[in-house]
């Protein structure tokens, strides 16, 4: 049971908790605008190390059909929400699908691809440390073709229906 007393339950409820972003409120722990004024020639926001091989990724990104914008900065944000919340709103000042890598998060926001795929992307991207290796990660993630479901399913109906019916000759065969 907690004890109401010790250090980490009087430390929580004396501090506020840290909040994410509201909406319409742009992220005080970077240059909102310079980034979505750097994302307008190129689709990358980044330290200036980082950016050719980021405009890489992102042009081979566009030769698979994804219109993709990376942001990466070193600023900290202060949740892991934080990340996410830039692409959303970056979403809405640009069509397509945006990544945001910070030092410890990242989160993304597209107007084509379903967040399942994002989320997975997100989370191969985040086990690469280096920025451009996080994004193509993600890009090939995001763009890699998915098992054809429908076929599979009906294979495995037709499957099914024909052992159920083998099945059933061999009941009545033995049976006589």
């Known amino acids: 049971m907690d004890n109401p007393a010790d250090s980490v339950t009087v430390l929580a409820y004396e501090d506020e908790p840290i909040m994410s972003l509201r909406e319409g409120e742009v992220p005080p722990w970077l240059d909102y605008h310079a980034v979505v004024a750097d994302l307008a020639d190129d689709g990358v926001s980044a330290p200036e190390p980082f950016v050719e091989g980021l405009r890489t990724v992102v042009d081979e990104a566009g030769d698979r059909g994804v219109d993709l914008k990376v942001v990466y900065t070193e600023a900290p944000a202060a949740v892991y929400t934080d990340a996410r919340d830039l692409a959303a709103f970056l979403g809405e000042e640009y069509d397509g699908t945006i990544l945001v890598r910070t030092p410890v998060f990242i989160g993304s926001s597209s107007d084509s691809i379903p967040r399942h795929q ?14 451009v290796v996080s994004a193509s990660v993600f890009a090939h993630k995001i763009t890699a073709p998915a098992p054809p479901w429908g076929t599979l399913t009906a294979v495995a109906i037709v499957v099914a229906v ?5 099945f059933a000759v061999v009941l009545r065969r033995r049976s006589r």
């Open 118 to 131: 994002l989320e997975a992307g997100q989370d191969d991207a985040w086990e690469e440390f280096d920025p």
């Open 162 to 166: 024909l052992a159920v019916a083998l």
